[in-house]
Each structure stands twice: as structure tokens, then as C-alpha cells.
């Protein structure tokens, strides 16, 4: 079945929002509403969705397409289709568990496995009744699969899954204190760095020939503060980077480490929220462009000194200045004739920059310059307008995003010639239903469904 | 004036396809249909002479395939083609692409354009030789990989660009008319406009048969193509080893891998 042009004035219900999709007799519509419609109006709807096995195919591999029509699509006696199903991240729970029930290729149920729908019971369920080495490395490795899967992994396949083990966000303390003791390495190092790492364990850790184990230790978040200062003195400098992302790191030590001797640990300590004055003053002439870049995106920066990071030579160090939010006025004024473009771009998509430095950007060739200019809600409305006839996609893009883009500015573009831009003014507020509308019978599918999933949402609320 | 862009719709492969019955090609169900990329950049050279030329130009696409070709043509009709033509018989089928110049060869005698553009190749067979056929059919010169053209509609001769191996480049000068076989690159395709959608929605799309063209039965499809497919197949895959363990321990599994290969370990 192909899409029909529709002749129907706006729905004014969820009723009349299915009748129009059924109307159109387009899979991507009928997708949007299935959820919204009612018994009898699904039947309709599914003649659509799974008439063709072509669509059925397209849909059941879709990203977009609603879990409750993957759902549809899971009962069809179709292997093929089954299988995209199974792949598809959008399918939920309940589908996987009826598929997974429903199955006992191997290959499925290592996709099932390794889906981030599936439930802590469907993998228990796995993990307690298949042996096969990929499929438990999939369920061990499964963000859904809670510390009773782990455990179950572990009694009965003994140290074969260490490293997933030792890896997983759930594992317990108990697992972790016999993953540490048997480990190699690597293991015992994933353990060190595990929040539910046991402090007792910690202490061994930071205190271990590898260097790597000391490292993830480090970076622990649960680490102690006295142990903090004990490895900002640590020879191997990854270890002191890892110290100097810590957040609970105290001043004494932060302005320590501003003086290593390690250009990446000088860089970790530049990037903090928490600079003081003294540390930044450290770090702002810097030999290194890297660590001068993390300090010009500061917010502790006084005035003078975004001045004179304003005219470092390094052009990414400008770009950041650019970027910082407390960058004055006649900075970004200096830096908008910055002879970089990356720099002028980012003065363009500044929230502060001022109306008449926006006006002068306005005028570039620059498509990243311009695009910004058209993403900033402090540029004029006339010159937005103006952005809508731009011949670059990306430029009427960024007057699609504009926060403050009226509607009278917005209207044009629903003629866009990119269905990006189309698809974007389906979610955007100014517009009205009426003029969003307009876009039903639009030929790119991917409109279609965004525009009717938008109309749904409306009529379930 | 007129120029006559030879475009096709091809297949690109869904995720996890499966094999026909017969071994001789995917199932259609698992084929996704679209314009060739080549015949895209091979279209807008077309318009941006037209759109250039102080002359009327008449840009004229032309496919061969079966009912689902009309919606490629319609995308060319909306990026502002003057007129589509659709050539198809039951017979044509299993042609190959020197069978199919033949028969674009017969649509350029009857349509008689000043030049006629085609994709380089075809993303799907890459056999890159239909628009070569075109010219061997017709007798005309032909110049292949364009990457740039200088031609003023009404001239008798043009001046194109093409890409050769190794990075060269060559500046050739041809006499027109003559088929030029248009690379990715030459120029920016445009966007069709929502207006020029719903507008092509509504053209005529013109369908030409086997018999409107003056061919018969036996000079076109599989008995008279120059080559058929034997067995389509998916090819052994290579071996391959997953790096297991924890993420340190693969980066460093994998540093040693990179050791080794530059032989510093």
C-alpha cells in the first residue's frame, strides 16, 4: 500500500488522528498512532503495518518504530522478521521475554542476551539454563543483569567471567572481595576502580606493584581523602591524573598538582569547577595550549585575565574565552574579529553576545559562523528571516533551533527543501497544530512519523 | 537544445538479507530502492547548464525498469527535469548493462539530444559500462569519470575534466555530440523542493516499450545480454579474534598487537 495524499482537515481527536493515518494508508503513520488507537482500529492499522513483508522487514529494523508495533511485528510467523525485532533497541521487555519463550535458536538468544531491554528474571532464566560461552558473556556483560545473575554466573562457571564480573556495575562487595583474590591484573584492577569496591581492598590496591591497579584505585570515587594525598606523590603519572579528577580533592593538593610536571595531570586539575585564584594565576601561562584552553572556559577567571587569554596565540584558547560565559561584551567584540573562524563561531553561538555583534557576523560567508548566528536567540528577528533563505541547510537549521524564532519567521521553512529542518518544527512551540499539519502528507517518511507521533502525544494526554 | 541523463534505480542491501531460491540474487523483500548516487551529480551537471545557458535547454531522464523505477524519475522530475521517460517490456528483463545501452541508445536516436550524461557506475552491479555502451550503440565519442565540464549548450565541442588513478588529473577536449560518464564530486546536488515534490507527483511520466522503439525481442533481456549471473553468494568471511577481558586489559592486549606490527616487540 503507498502513501495517499490526504484531503482531511486537522484531527481534532485521537479517533480522527487514526482515521487520517488509515486514510493515508502509510506504514510510517499508521506506526506513529497505533498506540493511541482503539481494538478495532489496530486491526485496521496492522492490515497496514504487516501487509507487505517488505514493510513488516522495514519496520521491524526501524529505530523510530513504537515498541507496541515491534510488539505486532514479534508475533508474525516470520524468522526474519523476528530477528530484527530481537535487534532492534526500541523493543521492550515484555516482547523480548514472549521471544526469548518462544525460541530456542542460539543465536536469537545471545540477541536477547545481549538486548538492553532485557529483564533481570529473562537473564537469570538464561544465564541458569544455557551454557554457551558468547551468550553468558553477553548476559554477564548486560546492564540489566542484577548481582543474583552475577552470582549465578560465577557459581557455575567458576573464574571464566572474572573480567565482565569485575567490570559490572552491580556486582556486589562479596563477588568483587573474590574476584580481587583470584584475579590477575586486569581484574584486580576493574575491582579497585568498582564503587562497590571494599575499602579494605582499596587499601591493598593502592599499595600495588602495577601500576595499572594503582591507577584505577586512584580514580575510584569511594577512594578515602588520606589516601588522596598519599598518590598525588606517586611517581607514575597517570596515577596523579586520576588524583587530580578526584572531586574531593582538597586545595593544598589541587595546587600541587597545578605544578606537575605532567602536562596531562596539569590539564585534569585546569579543567575543575572548584579553581581558586592562586591555582588559576598557576595555570594561565602555561606552556601547554591544553591547560591554557581548560582555564579560558573557567568561570573563577577575573576580567584581566580573560583579556589576556583573549589574545593567546593559540587559537583554541581564544575559542574557549569565546565560549566562557562570563566573557564581557568588548571581549567578544575583539574576539568577533578574530581571524579564525572557529573563534568568530563560537563568539556567534555565545548566549551574551550582543544584538549588534550578531548583526556584523550576519554578513560572513562562514556556514559555521552563520549557522550560529541563526541558533542565537539574541539575534534580530530580521536578520533570522533573512537566514531562512540561505542556500546552506545547516543555516536555516540553526533558525529552526532559535529559541526565539517567531512564528511569522518560522512559517517559510515548513517548505523547507531538507527534511531535517522540516522534521525539527514538529516539536517546536511557536508553531500552531494547524500549521504543523501541513507537513501530513509530506514526502520524507521520517517527517510523516515524527509529525503524527507528535499529534498523538497531544490526544493521550 | 536538449541533454538526455541516463539514471537508474538501484538496490542497496537491508541489514541481514537473505538469499533467493535460485541463488541468482537477493529476495526483493530485503532490497531497499534508490536513485544512483552517480546519477545525482550526473542530473544537477545537467541542470546547472540549463539553469547557466542563455538558450532554452530541455533536460530529459530517461530509466529502464519495471513500475517502482517512476519513483527515482519523479525525484528527478521534482529537482527540476523537464520530462522522465520509463522504458520497459517484460522482455528486458535480465538485461545487462551493455544491453541496457543499447536500449538507451535507441531512446537518444528517437529523442536526438545535443549530449547525454550517465553515472560513472551503478552502486549496485559497479560495472560501470552502460554509458560506454550508449556511445558504442550510437557511434559517439565518449569521455568517462568527468569530475568537471566546461560546455556551452549549442557547441560543438566541450571541454571536460576527469580523475585518473594515482591522483592525476586530465583536461580533454571533445567533440559534441558525445556521452559523458559523470563522477561523484562535480558539483553539489541540490535538495528537491517541497513544491517540486508535490508538482513531479503530478507530471506524466512518458513509458516506451520495446516496440516504440523499433527493437525486437531477441536483441534485448538475458538471451541477448553479453553476461548473466551464475550464483550470487556471501563470500567466506576472514577470520577474526575478540579481544575479551577487562577494558585495561584490552587496551593493553591491543597496544600489543600494534607493537608487533610496527615490530617493536
Not at chain 1, 513488516?56 to 529505530?63: D, S
Not at chain 1, 574531593?248 to 595546587?255: D, G, K, P, Q, V
Not at chain 2, 560518464?181 to 558539483?187: A, D, F, H, Y
Request: charged share 25%.
Amino acid at each position: 500500500m503507498t502513501q495517499q495524499p490526504l484531503d482531511t482537515a486537522m484531527p481534532e481527536t485521537a479517533t480522527e488522528l487514526v482515521e487520517a493515518a488509515v486514510e493515508q494508508g502509510d506504514i510510517y503513520s499508521a506506526a506513529a498512532v497505533f498506540g493511541i488507537a482503539d481494538k478495532k482500529q489496530r486491526d485496521t492499522l496492522k492490515a497496514i503495518l504487516c501487509g507487505r513483508r517488505r514493510d513488516a522487514l522495514k519496520l521491524a529494523r526501524w529505530e523510530h518504530t513504537p515498541a507496541e508495533v515491534l510488539a505486532v511485528l514479534a508475533g508474525l510467523d516470520d524468522d526474519a522478521i523476528r530477528l530484527r525485532v530481537e535487534k532492534n533497541p526500541a523493543t521492550q521487555s515484555q516482547t523480548l521475554a514472549d521471544l526469548f519463550n518462544d525460541q530456542d535458536s542460539q543465536d536469537l538468544i545471545g540477541l536477547v542476551a545481549q538486548h538492553g531491554h532485557t529483564s533481570a528474571s529473562v537473564l537469570f532464566t538464561i544465564v541458569e539454563q544455557v551454557s554457551s560461552t558468547a551468550i553468558i558473556r553477553a548476559a554477564a556483560r548486560n546492564p540489566n543483569a542484577s548481582n543474583e545473575v552475577l552470582a549465578v554466573i560465577e557459581a557455575r562457571f567458576g573464574n571464566k567471567f572474572d573480567a565482565e564480573l569485575a567490570s559490572h556495575e552491580n556486582s556486589s562487595a562479596n563477588i568483587l572481595k573474590r574476584l580481587y583474590q583470584r584475579g590477575n591484573h586486569f581484574v584486580q584492577a576493574a575491582v579497585a576502580a568498582h564503587v562497590h569496591c571494599p575499602q579494605a581492598i582499596l587499601e591493598q590496591a593502592v599499595r600495588h606493584d602495577d601500576v595499572i591497579v594503582v591507577r584505577h584505585a586512584a580514580a575510584n570515587p569511594t577512594l578515602p581523602v588520606k589516601l588522596l594525598g598519599y598518590l598525588a606523590g606517586h611517581p607514575d603519572y597517570s596515577v596523579r591524573r586520576a588524583i587530580a579528577s578526584q572531586q574531593r580533592l582538597s586545595t593544598t593538593l589541587a595546587r600541587e598538582l597545578a605544578q606537575d610536571s605532567s602536562d596531562y595531570v596539569r590539564r585534569v586539575v585546569a579543567a575543575r569547577q572548584d579553581l581558586t585564584a592562586e591555582i588559576i594565576g598557576l595555570l594561565i601561562h602555561d606552556a601547554d595550549h591544553w591547560v591554557r584552553q581548560w582555564v579560558a572556559l573557567s568561570s573563577k577567571l577575573s576580567e584581566q585575565e580573560l583579556q589576556l587569554l583573549a589574545e593567546d596565540e593559540d587559537k583554541e584558547v581564544r575559542r574557549a574565552v569565546a565560549r566562557n560565559g562570563k566573557t564581557p561584551p568588548q571581549l567578544l567584540q575583539l574576539l568577533a574579529r578574530d581571524k579564525q573562524t572557529w573563534v568568530r563561531a563560537a563568539v556567534a553561538n555565545q548566549p551574551n553576545t550582543p544584538p549588534e555583534i550578531l548583526s556584523v557576523l550576519a554578513d560572513e560567508e562562514e556556514v559555521d559562523v552563520l549557522a550560529a548566528v541563526a541558533h542565537n536567540p539574541n539575534t534580530p528577528q530580521a536578520i533570522l528571516q533573512r537566514l531562512t533563505h540561505s542556500v546552506l541547510a545547516d543555516v536555516r537549521r540553526g533558525v529552526v533551533t532559535n529559541k526565539a524564532a517567531k512564528r511569522e519567521t518560522l512559517l517559510p521553512l515548513i517548505e523547507d527543501p531538507f527534511y531535517l529542518n522540516r522534521l525539527l518544527l514538529v516539536g517546536n512551540p511557536v508553531l500552531s497544530p494547524e500549521d504543523k499539519w501541513r507537513l501530513s502528507d509530506d514526502p520524507d517518511p521520517a517527517v510523516r512519523f515524527t509529525l503524527f507521533s507528535w499529534f498523538s502525544r497531544q490526544y493521550q494526554q | 537544445m536538449k541533454i538526455l541523463v541516463a539514471v537508474k534505480e538501484v538496490a542497496s542491501l537491508d541489514d541481514d538479507f537473505e538469499i533467493r531460491d535460485d541463488q541468482l540474487d537477493v529476495d526483493e523483500d530485503f532490497l531497499l530502492y534508490e536513485l544512483n548516487e552517480w546519477d545525482d551529480f550526473s542530473l544537477e551537471e545537467a541542470m546547472s547548464i540549463k539553469e547557466r545557458s542563455d538558450t532554452e535547454v530541455e533536460v530529459v531522464v530517461v530509466s529502464v525498469g519495471p513500475d517502482r523505477v517512476e519513483e527515482s524519475l519523479r525525484k528527478c522530475l521534482a529537482k527540476g527535469a523537464d520530462r522522465a521517460i520509463r522504458v520497459w517490456s517484460d522482455e528486458m528483463e535480465g538485461s545487462d548493462s551493455i544491453t541496457v545501452g543499447r536500449i538507451l541508445a535507441a531512446v537518444a536516436e528517437q529523442e536526438k539530444p545535443d549530449m547525454i550524461f550517465a553515472g560513472v557506475q551503478s552502486s549496485d552491479n559497479a560495472d560501470a559500462s552502460t554509458g560506454i555502451a550508449i556511445a558504442s550503440y550510437l557511434n559517439w565519442p565518449h569521455t568517462a569519470v568527468v569530475a568537471g565540464l566546461d560546455y556551452t549548450p549549442g557547441a560543438n565541442k566541450a571541454t571536460a575534466s576527469r580523475e585518473l588513478e594515482g591522483g592525476l588529473g586530465q583536461e580533454v577536449e571533445i567533440s559534441c555530440p558525445a556521452v559523458l560518464t559523470i563522477q561523484l564530486g562535480i558539483n553539489t546536488p541540490r535538495y528537491a523542493s517541497l513544491r517540486g515534490i508535490k508538482q513531479a507527483a503530478a507530471k506524466p511520466i512518458d513509458e516506451v516499450s520495446l516496440s516504440d522503439l523499433g527493437l525486437s525481442a531477441e536483441e534485448v533481456g538475458a538471451d541477448a545480454a553479453f553476461s548473466r549471473v551464475r550464483r550470487m553468494y556471501i563470500p567466506e568471511k576472514g577470520m577474526a579474534t575478540m579481544i575479551e577481558g577487562t577494558t585495561a586489559e584490552q587496551a593493553a592486549k591491543l597496544a600489543q598487537i600494534i607493537k608487533e606490527f610496527k615490530g617493536e616487540a
